[in-house]
Every structure is written in structure tokens, then in C-alpha cells.
């Protein structure tokens, strides 16, 4: 895929040569993400400079997006990261699927599939698979985290709002050196009620007890970062029980780059 057909589909990414999984070390995707506002530089830097980023959120503000992003650019261009772990509470928005067959990862898949939508707008979907098949992108349920440790690894907790205060615990007790994890969600959008554990939200738990320990990062985004399209901002406001500023969409939209301009590269480090 040529730079420009990636523009085209709104894909940031080039041809570099290296080697990917199974490839006989022909090509390898550069991936560059970059932020669209302040408030996702910041998260951007925040992940670039702490062990643990916490990036909470108002619905489209690009949380997941450039969390799922970082470590793909990470790992497929500097070979920082052996493993891409991506996990998400097993929780129903409010209605039962009931049983799903398979194997672990057959039945986490459905609730993974808006982190899947993500990875490929950086990669095609058969560099998805062969990263899959390769162990360099692992979906691992909560279920499943006892007892691991994660080495070299950059972990993805997606939804975190819907995970209760002990799996928190295991998820963050798990991290190993040279790894990072980055969990992402929004403390108002959980579903945990419909399990009947309504106020146990282990996202909100954490922000507030782990704040102050050096190396772990905390985000919040607001409207002003919404990427999506700006009714849902008035709509969000009106569930919302905090409030958050409600700007103007042509004045929230605040960038340092230009939408049709070729991405740059910000080095989120300094």
C-alpha cells in the first residue's frame, strides 16, 4: 500500500524495510500517530514518560485510539515491545448474549472487536493475523492474568470502567521490566450496574488511590478533544452527572496540525 492510498483510507502509515512476522524480511509498517489536540499530546507524552498511563475521558476523545496506536508504533518500529496485550472487561452493555462457544479467545473476541476497528486503521487486517499468529498481538482476558507477568510487553486495558477494584489490582500487579500498560476508559459509562455491583468501578478506584506514586501518569480529556462527530458532545453533557466544559466545535477542534497536511512526528519523549 502506497503512503498516499494510506492517507486516502485515513491510515497513518508507510512502507519501511524491515522485517514483519512471516514476511521472509522483506517489509515492515511504520506507524506514526499523532495527536489532533492538546489533550492527546498530553496523553501521548504521558504514555512516552510513565510506566503506567491512566487516560479517563468523555466518549470520542481518541483514548483508545492512541493508547492501541503508541504501542503498535512502539513495537513494529523500534522493536521496543516484544508483545501487544490487549485486554477488556467481559461485561454486557445491558443485555445477555448468553453462552459463547470456543475457545478464550473466541469468546472475548466479540467484546474486542472496537480495539480491532482501531488496529486496522494503522494495518491491514492480514498484518492483524499474522501478528496474532506470530504472539506479538495477544488478546488476554482478566480471567486469564493470574499468575503472568508481562516482560517486554505493552498491555492495553480498554473499557477499564466496567472492571471491578480487584481485577485492577491484578491487572497493574502483573507488569514486568521494560513494559508499560496504559488503561483507558470513562468513570460515567460503566456497565457494572447491569451486574449488580453498581459503584465497585475499579477505573475510578484507582485514579483515586494510586495518585502521587512517581512513574504513574493521569489523564483526563474533555470535550475539547472529541474527534467524533460534535452532537455527541451536547448529547453526552446531558447524561453526564460531572460536568465538563461544553465549547463550540469549531473552537474545541483547537490543533496544531491541519487535517489534510501529511502527519508529522512528534517526539513525545521531550
Known amino acids: 500500500m502506497s503512503k498516499r492510498k494510506a492517507s486516502e483510507n485515513g491510515k497513518k502509515l508507510a512502507r519501511h524495510d524491515n522485517s514483519l512476522p512471516g514476511d521472509g524480511g522483506s517489509t515492515k509498517l511504520i506507524i506514526a500517530v499523532t495527536h489532533k489536540n492538546e489533550g492527546q499530546k498530553q496523553a501521548l507524552r504521558s504514555i512516552s514518560q510513565n510506566k503506567i498511563t491512566f487516560i479517563s475521558g468523555v466518549a470520542g476523545s481518541g483514548k483508545t485510539h492512541i493508547a492501541v496506536g503508541w504501542g503498535l508504533q512502539e513495537m513494529l518500529m523500534h522493536d521496543r515491545f ?33 480495539i480491532f476497528d482501531i488496529l486496522s486503521q494503522y494495518v491491514s487486517d492480514e498484518t492483524i493475523r499474522e501478528l496474532i499468529e506470530a504472539k506479538k498481538v495477544i488478546i488476554l482476558p482478566i480471567a486469564y492474568m493470574r499468575g503472568r507477568t508481562f516482560r517486554k510487553s505493552y498491555v492495553v486495558m480498554d473499557e477499564a470502567q466496567n ?16 513494559s508499560k500498560i ?37 489523564i483526563e480529556l474533555g470535550y475539547e478533544s472529541c474527534v467524533r462527530d460534535p452532537i455527541i458532545n451536547e448529547i453526552d453533557a446531558k447524561y453526564r452527572i460531572r460536568k465538563f466544559e461544553l465549547k463550540k466545535w469549531n473552537e474545541a477542534k483547537a490543533s496544531d496540525e491541519d487535517s489534510n497536511r501529511e502527519p508529522k512526528i512528534f517526539d513525545y519523549d521531550q
Open 182 to 218: 496504559v488503561v483507558t476508559g470513562d468513570t460515567e459509562q460503566s456497565d457494572l450496574c447491569y451486574q449488580r455491583i453498581k459503584g465497585d468501578n475499579g477505573l475510578q478506584d484507582a485514579i483515586s488511590r494510586l495518585k502521587g506514586i512517581e512513574n504513574i501518569g493521569f
Open 82 to 114: 516484544d508483545k501487544l496485550i490487549l485486554t477488556r472487561p467481559v461485561v454486557e452493555a445491558g443485555e445477555s448474549l448468553g453462552f459463547l462457544p470456543g475457545s478464550a479467545e473466541d469468546k472475548i473476541a466479540p467484546y474486542m472487536m472496537p
Open 163 to 178: 472492571c471491578t477494584t480487584q481485577q485492577m489490582h491484578l491487572l497493574l500487579t502483573r507488569m514486568g521490566e521494560d
